[in-house]
Structure formats: C-alpha cells, structure tokens
C-alpha cells in the first residue's frame, strides 16, 4: 500500500496558477492509477481529476476542464496537479487518492475500500 504526501497548496489570486505535487511511497506507484479531489468548507468532498498507472487516460470534472491539467511522473513516483486560471470557486482543501483500479473508478466512485488517501493542501484562491 502506498503512502501520500500532498504539497504545493497555497494563496493565490484569482487568475493566478498553482500546481499540487503528491508524492508516494512505495516501489508499486505505477501500479495505481492516481486522483485528484477536493473539498470545500461546508461541502461534500467532489472529484476533480484522475489519471491512469500509465497516463495515458485522464478523466477531469466539467468545473475544471480546460484548465487543470492531471500529469504524473512513475520515476519520481508522483503525481501532478496543474491549475490555472484558478477562481474564488476552486478554493478547498485537495485530496490525492491512489488505487490499484482504472482511472474512471477514481472518476466515478467518491471511495472505495481499498482507496488510499493523503492529508490533503489547503488552496485559497482570493477575488
């Protein structure tokens, strides 16, 4: 089982790019195919990107395509998290997920057993 550490979270104004790295333990990253999610205060945690053990398949909420890129890197073991263009709206606390499944169940499953999760990084985006 893997073990995530989520960085790169910030303050940021409207406009402005941040990008989140999570970065695993474990010799199996790219055994995983890895995801993205967040919450914001008083809401329900939501999805907001995932991408397959090689890649090669990407998965983005509607809230965020076009301006939030998902990417990963299987030799450092982490995964990437580019966000531009970023509004008061994207301000939550991401997530990263791993799990030995295809990126479209990280897309469009909330959890699952045998998910892991990391400790999350606060984005605030100010207006």
């Known amino acids: 089982q893997v073990q995530l550490v989520e960085s790169g979270g910030g303050l940021v104004q409207a406009g402005g790019s941040l990008r989140l790295s999570c970065a695993a333990s474990g010799r199996t990253f790219s055994s995983y195919a890895m995801g993205w999610f967040r919450q914001a205060p008083g809401k329900e945690r939501e999805f907001v990107a995932a991408?397959?053990?090689?890649?090669?398949?990407?998965y983005y909420a509607d809230s965020v395509k076009g301006r939030f890129t998902i990417s990963r890197d299987n030799a450092k073991n982490t995964v990437y998290l580019q966000m531009n263009s970023l509004n008061p709206e994207d301000t939550a606390v991401y997530y990263c997920a791993a799990e030995v499944a295809t990126a479209r169940t990280i897309a469009t499953m909330p959890n699952t057993p045998t998910r892991t999760w990391g400790q999350g990084t606060q984005v605030t985006v100010s207006s």
């Open positions: 991408i397959s053990w090689s890649g090669g398949s990407t």
